[in-house]
């Protein structure tokens, strides 16, 4: 699988950002989905992930309500929907695909993550 994000940009304060991550290989439909950012001089952070289905999402706290993950099958693409963005949104953001679907889904790490996309940078001004 090969995944390709899109659709940063630079936002003001309290905007909003739709980012696209578009996936290459059969599989895709099968894959959890997974979004991750990563600030400068920062650890990557978990923000969110969606079943194969679409059926279930999972949100970390700091962005929970604020965030929406969806997916499109037919289009092999998901997306992160980014509402009341904050100036500490700002980072590079990452779409990952996560092979397995188990016991201990919901993954939030990275190394629960099999595959990566290149980033997209993100920029939301005060």
């Known amino acids: 699988v090969q995944l390709q994000a899109s659709g940063g940009g630079l936002v003001q304060a309290g905007g909003s950002l739709r980012l696209s991550c578009a996936a290459s290989?059969?599989?895709?439909?099968?894959?959890?989905m997974g979004w991750f950012r990563q600030a400068p001089g920062k650890e990557r952070e978990f923000l969110g992930v969606i079943t194969w289905s679409g059926d279930l999402t999972y949100y970390a706290a700091s962005v929970k309500g604020r965030f929406t993950i969806s997916r499109d099958n037919a289009r092999n693409t998901v997306y992160l929907q980014m509402n009341s963005l904050k100036p500490e949104d700002t980072a590079v953001y990452y779409c990952a695909a996560d092979r397995v679907y188990g016991v201990n889904w919901p993954p939030t790490t990275t190394s629960a993550f099999d595959y990566w996309g290149q980033g997209t940078l993100v920029t939301v001004s005060s």
């Open positions: 290989g059969r599989s895709f439909t099968s894959y959890s």
